[in-house]
């Protein structure tokens, strides 16, 4: 089983937002939207979206808002 992880990291690299979730395809709409949605400055004071797979519930960020 792969759980999804988005994260949205700053420009100083603290997480701002996280998100995992088992569904692949939502794990990818997300993902995409948070891509479409950072601003200019953002991209500019270099922001970052990653998604990536992990296998367990523990290897996911404390942080994570995790849909089950």
């Known amino acids: 089983m792969t759980i999804w992880v988005n994260k949205q990291k700053d420009g ?3 997480l701002q937002a996280c998100i995992a979730i088992k569904n692949k395809k ?4 997300c993902h995409a939207h ?3 949605t950072l ?4 991209k500019q ?3 970052q979206v990653t ?3 992990v ?3 523990e290897d996911v960020p404390v942080n994570a808002l995790k849909i089950n």
């Open 12 to 14: 100083c690299g603290l």
């Open 26 to 29: 939502a794990a990818e709409d």
């Open 34 to 36: 948070w891509q479409r």
């Open 39 to 42: 601003t200019p400055i953002q």
């Open 45 to 47: 004071q270099g922001w």
């Open 51 to 53: 998604l990536s797979g």
């Open 55 to 57: 296998e367990s519930w």
